[in-house]
């Protein structure tokens, strides 16, 4: 059994910052790419950013310039730092990861909302 627990999600002005993590817990042999989605309301999920274990990574045009993502291989975790933050990044943002257990699968978290608002 695999558990992701994300943190760091709240409400921001526009134009701040929040930094979301992630950790990965239970019985992992590796982590693969790990990635952050978000879904906003009447929004189908969309991929924010992700980063494979190796270290490269893609974003979202949306996010380009803005959002940072990393990864502590040591501790099964990966970030996201977000700037400059817009009303239209409102969203619950979701972590996700391949992991290999017995054999590769992906799991989500539960999710963390992020709200820009004023």
């Known amino acids: 059994q695999v558990q992701l627990v994300e943190s760091g999600g709240g409400l921001v002005q526009p134009g701040g910052s929040l930094r979301l993590s992630c950790a990965a817990s239970g019985s992992i042999f590796r982590l693969y790419t790990m990635a952050w989605y978000r879904q906003a309301p009447g929004k189908q999920r969309e991929l924010v950013a992700g980063i494979t274990r190796e270290g490269t990574i893609n974003y979202a045009e949306s996010v380009k310039g803005r959002f940072t993502i990393s990864r502590d291989n040591a501790k099964n975790s990966v970030y996201l730092q977000m700037n400059s933050l817009k009303y239209e990044d409102t969203a619950v943002y979701y972590c996700?990861?391949?992991?290999?257990?017995?054999?590769?699968?992906?799991?989500w978290g539960q999710g963390t909302q992020v709200t820009v608002s004023s």
């Open positions: 996700n990861a391949e992991v290999l257990v017995d054999i590769l699968r992906r799991y």
